[in-house]
């Protein structure tokens, strides 16, 4: 089965403080993708990854970075924590070829409250 | 643009009785169609795709769903609705040929099945 872990299931930071979200996948999938998820919304993508050291922006980009380093990990980064990133953020992975390309797989999710 | 709804926030059924969670789908050229399904504190499950073929699909837990090009939808369905699928389903499009495999997400279906 494939396995995409999130380092925190709940954090709590304060405006203003940089936050990193980690992901960790261990099917070797070359894609990598970070949403967040608020009520009404969906999922909206913040970034995407489709190899190591590549990203590419989604479609709500602002105030996040990311970093890949490492095929099988990709961080999101809040620069500076403010009250409306507060929500719940998914990792998700996806291989490039193959019968399963086109599905992704998505960890637990982070909820993030910052106060 | 590729873009997704799903018009109904909540759907409220009997258990036992038949379920239908509503997409409608927008892309300029071909889509693959994708369900996921959120249990309570728990990240996105794969449930079903359309890639190309056969309109109806089948997936997990019973779950199918009818492809329309038509009218540019892909209704889930289950013919006899369960407590336990109780949960959170988002549809989701991807255009054929657009770079790497984004996908963009509906506002998501509450399902309640009651007893």
């Known amino acids: 089965d494939v396995k995409v872990t999130q380092s925190s299931r709940y954090l709590v930071k304060r405006t203003g403080e940089k936050v990193f979200l980690e992901c960790v996948q261990d099917?070797?999938?070359?894609?990598m993708f970070w949403y967040r998820q608020d009520p009404g919304l969906g999922l909206r993508l913040i970034y995407f990854s489709y190899d190591v050291k590549m990203k590419e922006k989604g479609d709500i980009p602002e105030g996040y970075s990311v970093s890949r380093e490492k095929k099988e990990r990709f961080s999101l980064i809040l620069e500076s924590a403010s009250t409306n990133q507060t929500s719940m953020y998914l990792c998700a992975s996806s291989p490039r070829t193959g019968r399963f390309t086109d599905t992704q797989y998505f960890g637990p999710g982070t909820r993030l409250t910052v106060l | 643009a590729q873009s997704v709804a799903q018009p109904e926030d909540q759907v409220n059924v009997a258990e036992g009785n038949p379920l239908t969670v509503k997409c409608t789908y927008s892309?300029?050229?071909?889509?693959?169609l994708f369900w996921y399904v959120q249990y309570p504190n728990r990240g996105l499950q794969f449930l079903l795709k359309y890639i190309t073929g056969d309109n109806l699909v089948k997936g997990s837990y019973g779950f199918e769903a009818e492809f329309n090009k038509s009218q540019t939808s892909f209704h889930l369905k289950k013919p006899s609705a369960l407590v336990s699928d109780s949960a959170l389903y988002f549809c989701?499009?991807?255009?054929?040929?657009?770079?790497?495999?984004?996908?963009?997400f509906g506002g998501g279906t509450r399902v309640l099945v009651k007893p």
């Open positions: 099917m070797d999938h070359e894609n």
């Open positions: 989701a499009v991807r255009e054929v040929k657009a770079a790497g495999n984004k996908l963009t």
């Open positions: 892309v300029s050229g071909n889509p693959y």
